[in-house]
């Protein structure tokens, strides 16, 4: 897959070095933004924008494919270690590439330290249980910890520095700053051969800006796009996205749990497999997959202990 925008047909010079600046310096990042936001960010008429998309998408004949070609894309899936043989379990055998992966949970619950531990497994051969290649992490809410990811290597018999080194941390400050280190992905992935993307969390800069019903549409609207991005990116790289999300009580709701993930059917929607996590007794976890195409209704007790993530020592 050739990524050079001059490569298109009627990109020159001129153009490609508008799209770069404008934050689309990837064919990729082209064929999954709207026309209408690469033209806002780049200053190129919308009529050249939806010329130079439709280039993009002949260049990657995005199009139809054979259920064989199909066959053959999924053979090729692989899946991380949790670290928890039970959890893995539930998941189909670990966390998979060419898939978006939503944990859900109250704070506390640990989908942090699990997206930390993946950054470690992930490194791993796939013989291991890893995905055997470096990890993308975009951290919204400054709590990625250094120390934990060396705690967790040492514990492994790992060797930390090399650990730590192969994982690429961004803070993202604002829903905005988000957007574009998502974007930035699709040159990132590829160079630096991540594996692993994670997103914790997805949704807070979003829920933190868009207050109110008046903004409501508009706030569904872009995380909707950068969900996208972020199931294109999986399935172009064949690599393990995982997002964190958080979740909101609905006091109006009488019946049933009024416990619901947060945003909406978006997310619902554009998530491969959602996992949700609950403190259990003893201070145990427990991960049930409450949507998926494929994985059965499952649940399964994990520990998070100095290792990462662990089975619990018996079945609770
Ligand atoms: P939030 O929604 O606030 O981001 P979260 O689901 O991401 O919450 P985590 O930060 O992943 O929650 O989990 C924190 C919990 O992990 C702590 O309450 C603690 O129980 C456990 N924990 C953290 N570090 C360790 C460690 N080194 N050993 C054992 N348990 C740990
Ligand atoms: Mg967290």
Known sequence: MSSDLESLPGVGKELAKKLVNGGYPT??????????????????????????????????????????????????????TTGSKRLDEILGGGVETQALTELIGEYGTGKTQLCMMLAVTAQLPPEEGGLGGNVAFIDTEGTFMPERIYQIAEARSLDPNKIANNILVARAYNSNHQGLLINHLFTMVPE????????DSMISHFRGEYIGRDNLAERQQKLNMYLHKLIRLAEAYNIAVVITNQVQTNPAQYFGNPIHPAGGNVMAHACTHRVMIKKGSQGTRVARVIDSPYLPDKQAYFIITEKGIEDTPEKK
């Open 27 to 80: 064919i990729e990042s082209i064929i999954v933004s709207p026309p209408k936001e690469i033209s806002e960010n780049t200053g190129i008429g919308f009529d050249t924008v939806l010329k130079i998309q439709n280039a993009a998408h002949e260049a990657f004949n995005v199009g139809f494919k054979t259920a064989l070609e199909f066959y053959e894309r999924r053979r090729q899936m692989l899946r991380c």
């Open 192 to 199: 630096n051969n991540v594996k692993l993307v994670v997103v």
